[in-house]
């Protein structure tokens, strides 16, 4: 698995980036066919005044690639807000092709 973290308007510190590594773990553990991970972490325009900080990424899975957004006041709780709904979707895809592959089971029996 590869990990791109970058910052938009944003220094990424080394605390931020084990913050982010320490909480991917948690979507790494539930899911492990995952090829990369691409995480920006930013600063949105004043216009937002209570929600300026803004984590993304793009997790590339085999055949698929899934995008979360958060927003939030701070950085940090953009990006816990980010790996909830992160791990949701990684928990939803999980079941799918695990559905997909006991459907596949399921008809193969039944034509015997």
Do not use: C
Not at 45 to 60: C, F, G, I, T, Y
Not at 70 to 81: L, N, S
Not at 85 to 92: A, G
């Amino acid at each position: 698995m590869n990990l791109l973290l970058t910052g938009h308007h944003l220094d990424i510190t080394p605390a931020l980036r084990a913050y982010v590594e320490n909480k991917l773990d948690r979507v790494v553990r539930h899911f492990d066919q995952i090829i990369d991970i691409a995480v920006i972490l930013g600063v949105e325009k004043p216009s937002e005044k209570d929600k300026r900080q803004r984590a993304e990424v793009n997790l590339r899975l085999k055949g698929t690639v899934l995008h979360v957004d958060h927003f939030a006041e701070d950085v940090y709780t953009a990006i816990d807000g980010l790996i909830d709904k992160l791990d949701r979707q990684v928990l939803k895809h999980k079941g799918k092709v695990q559905d997909h592959q006991n459907e596949a089971l399921k008809h193969v029996s039944s034509g015997l």
